[in-house]
């Protein structure tokens, strides 16, 4: 198969035609604002299969329903997020829901959709079972990226899209780390540019007792405790109230998504998490007396410390850049031929919880 690929910025054209590529039962990656996904018509099972045969996935890890906004449009004005969670129903996407689940997804979809959250709720009638790897829950996103709404848009359907990667690797943020994993493996790229996050979408699961986070992603755990916190059980009903505490997320590291394996968004190469600059050279020091190779992912900050040392990968100042850069920083590193990755371990509050999740399982053994 020869994949297609398109500067979507400089052809026009490049939408309308992948769209069809996805009706057909195709398979097409697009950006969306987190890293990009391949993509295939969420609602046809062979399509769905033929992405777990292109990544090389394993038939039992399910994968996220990318939707777009229901289209309302009143006096000029387009209205869909309130709604949205309604039309998911009425298409079937999602089943029947509890008081509390149909409150708490009102509250997040109108807070945080289009955006990274991607939420688990219980499976709707039209959802092949393959997409979901055979369980009676559904993961579900609307993507912020304008080419993906677009697609989506376009094609009519919704497309269930894991990130564009080989099994196992790490997601890819540009068109051409798509390329570099998937190159004559599916129809079409849509190129539109590094992805803006970076890092994955935050997957939340709202069908258990209460909600709990399955993998830390694009949306912070604060954002979103804040948000469910308004909404209190009062006389058996969900609803709103203005007192302040907050909802606490419980982190399921379990089975309950089974995308998370610890070896999970790895380089090729080993990586290690260090706790600061002087242990980042010490160790490296030492590697060097072993005869590794060895590449640095670092900060701003520590350049000036690791002036002397290459080959570095420069991710930025704070957490968004480190966030932007640090897939791009692993597939860097990993072609340069080093052995041994070394980095810097980061906060794990607001977007570096998911930085350091990821690190974490990048180094994790076996
Ligand atoms: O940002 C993102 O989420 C990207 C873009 C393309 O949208 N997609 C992505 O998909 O990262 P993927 O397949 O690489 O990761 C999806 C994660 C996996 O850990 C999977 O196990 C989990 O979501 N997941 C999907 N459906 C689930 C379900 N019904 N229950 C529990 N976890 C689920
Ligand atoms: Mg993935």
Redesign the pocket.
Known sequence: MITRVFDVSAEPTAIPFAAEVIRQGGLVAFP?E?????GADALNADAAARIFAAKQ?ALN????V?VGPPLVVVAGMRFGRASALNDLVRQQLVGALSARQRAQAQQLIQAFWPG?L?L?LP?GARIPPIV??G?D???I?M?RHPIALALIETSGVPIA????NRFGHV?PTTAQHVLDDLSGRIDVVLDGGPTPIGI??T?L?LTGDSPAI??P??LSRQDIERALGRWTMDDGRWTTDDRPEHTALSTEHSV?????LAKHYAPRAELRVVRSTAELLAVHQQLMGHGRRIGLLILEAQQDACADLQPVFVLGRDADSVAQNLYAGLRALDSAGVDVILVSEVEATGLGEAIADRLRRGAAKG
Do not use: Q
């Not at 899209?161 to 564009?164: E, M, N, T």
């Open positions: 969306t987190t890293v990009y996904g391949l996935r890890d399910p994968l996220i990318h990274p991607t688990v499976r979901t790897a369980r829950t559904v993961a996103r993507p899209a894991p990130s564009a997601s994955e979408s997957v699961d399955l993998r992603g694009g309950a998504s089974p995308g998370m």
